[in-house]
């Protein structure tokens, strides 16, 4: 081939070159567009891949032996970027003799004849599987660190910032699917009095013990229960109109009292209690959410007005 760099008589002929080309890390290649065939493949293919230099015919051989997961976007960008004459390159697992794979990154440089049209590939291959490992563990951290500031620290459950980011896509969704929305607010009954007589440490295994009954209410996938501060707890409940948020406020009541959790201080019960807000609302454009939660905050001081021990919702 005129064009290609990697010719073997060329290469026997510059000792030097070819110590060079062979001793790198990267491994180079050529391949004849025409006949799609291999015209060079350097020996250090072997010692990444573990296949024979001379197993690498054609292009059939590098689409084998790549990723299921990988082959029908890397052959199909790289053919379509080789018609089109433009340089590329594309990562993907490679398949070695043993069965594993292998990260790695193929640069290519589209080699045109003297009448424009597309000659030979010819490009190097790179070795990128420590540079994927740190990306994969960057990235893993990075959904740790996220997952962790959506997180509540004590409990568990969703914090307050994830409560208020949620607050607002769901009240946007309520707007444009003109959908009821409803909230409940809903704060432990004499919890400093709790804390008083048993100390924070027992107050702590409280909450995540009244958390994890609150979980276990949740029965659909965009419902979501907060820790709003402190001993006050949030539900947000899309696509839910009062009734229905009423019976949710009764397996709320229910499941924190199945839970049994003494409490000596309280003028209500022998065992800790929830007092509740409800709101319900199709909100439109005229509608502010945050002054509707603030109503939701006023039922549930209503509630506790009323005797704590129960939930209110007007």
């Avoid at 640069?107 to 994927?132: A, P, Q, T, Y």
């Amino acid at each position: 081939m005129p064009n290609n760099p990697f010719d073997e008589e060329k290469l026997a002929s510059s000792m030097v070159y070819k110590t060079l080309l062979e001793s790198t890390l990267a491994i180079p290649w050529s391949i004849d567009w025409e006949s799609k065939a291999y015209t060079y493949v350097g020996p250090q293919i072997e010692k990444l891949l573990g296949w024979k230099q001379n197993t690498w015919r054609t292009v059939q051989d590098w689409a084998d032996r790549m990723h299921d997961d990988d082959r029908d976007r890397v052959v199909n960008t790289c053919v379509a970027q080789s018609i089109a004459g433009i340089d590329h390159e594309a990562d993907y697992r490679a398949l070695k003799a043993d069965g594993t794979y292998l990260w790695v990154r193929d640069v290519v440089h589209v080699v045109r004849n003297e009448n424009g049209e597309v000659d030979s590939l010819v490009g190097f291959m790179f070795d990128i599987s420590e540079r994927k490992k740190q990306e994969e563990q960057l990235q893993k951290l990075q959904r740790q660190l996220e997952e962790y500031s959506y997180k509540d620290g004590l409990t568990g459950i969703a914090n307050r910032r994830l409560f208020d980011e949620f607050y607002q896509r769901e009240w946007l969704n309520a707007i444009r699917m003109q959908k009821p929305l409803s909230l409940i607010l809903l704060d432990l009954d004499y919890f400093k009095q709790y804390n008083d007589l048993n100390g924070h440490v027992i107050g702590d295994t409280c909450l995540r013990q009244i958390a994890k009954s609150l979980e276990s209410c949740c029965s659909r996938p965009r419902d979501l229960v907060a820790r709003y501060g402190g001993e006050e707890f949030a539900w947000i409940l899309p696509e839910t109109n009062e009734a229905a948020a009423r019976l949710m406020a009764d397996r709320i009541m229910d499941a924190v009292k199945a839970a049994r959790l003494p409490h000596k201080a309280s003028a209500v019960s022998d065992l800790v209690t929830l007092s509740m807000g409800i709101k319900t609302i199709t909100p439109t454009e005229l509608d502010n959410r945050m002054q509707f939660l603030d109503q939701v905050d006023k039922n549930l001081y209503v509630a506790k007005h009323q005797g704590r021990n129960r939930y209110y919702a007007a």
